[in-house]
Nanobody
């Protein structure tokens, strides 16, 4: 059974940084693209970033480009999201997910290619 567990959320002020982590078990980690998603109250879930199994391919939503960095450690089955220059609009529950594919498919932002999801970690950015 696949388990995906996020950690590292918290509360910071505008301009601050947080590093999210995600550990996945029950799957061959280095055979799956991985992604981060977020959802704010009253809004639909949105894709934040996707990374290919090797880590060489990374993709970002326009809203976080230049501020967030996704990375992975396949030896530890761990995914990270370094978030810098945080803004109040980044406030959301952040979810880690494992893709059913070995690539970040063109529709990755919608999240439909991801089959295993964590419970989420709250990120709150105050002004």
């Amino acid at each position: 059974q696949v388990q995906v567990v996020e950690s590292g959320g918290g509360a910071v002020q505008t301009g601050g940084s947080l590093r999210l982590s995600c550990t996945a078990s029950g799957l061959t980690f280095d055979e799956h693209a991985m992604g981060w998603f977020r959802q704010s109250p009253g809004k639909e879930r949105e894709g934040v970033s996707c990374i290919t199994p090797s880590g060489r391919g990374t993709y970002y939503a326009d809203s976080v480009k230049g501020r967030f960095t996704i990375s992975r450690d396949n030896a530890k089955n761990t995914l990270h999201l370094q978030m810098n220059s945080l803004k109040p609009e980044d406030t959301a529950i952040y979810y880690c997910a494992a893709s059913a594919y070995v690539v970040c498919v063109s529709s990755w932002l919608r999240g439909t290619s991801f089959g295993d999801w964590g419970q989420g970690t709250q990120v709150t950015v105050s002004s």
